[in-house]
């Protein structure tokens, strides 16, 4: 089986999420992802973000554009092999799931 070349450059995709966190602000308190196959066994990345729960109730369309823009600034998926997943959550759905995915 072939694996995209996102498998093998963790750390490239680890620092571009620091760079992303670090200009998008106090709006966005983590970015966690992970690299898998889709619905329709495509390689994937999916993207867990946690916002604020001021940025969730109140500015969640501009910051997730702003988000998902650096992201694809940052990264070239086409080139890592994957296609994209963006999800969100905020601190408050966070602190009631408590997924340790997102954590």
């Known amino acids: 089986m072939l694996v995209p070349a996102a498998v093998t450059r963790q750390a490239e995709i680890e620092s571009a999420i620091a760079r992303v966190q670090q200009s998008v602000g106090s709006d966005l308190v983590r970015i966690r992802y992970e690299v898998?196959?889709?619905w329709s066994d495509q390689w994937s990345?999916?993207?867990r973000i946690v916002l604020t729960d001021d940025a969730a109730r109140n500015r969640l369309r501009e910051v997730a554009t702003r988000?998902?823009?650096r992201l694809a600034e940052e990264l070239d998926f086409p080139a890592l092999g994957v296609f994209p997943y963006h999800n969100f959550r905020s601190v408050?759905?966070?602190a009631m799931l408590r997924e340790p995915?997102?954590?």
């Open 67 to 69: 988000v998902i823009g």
């Open 101 to 103: 995915a997102w954590a």
């Open 36 to 38: 898998g196959q889709d």
């Open 92 to 94: 408050s759905e966070q």
């Open 45 to 47: 990345i999916f993207f």
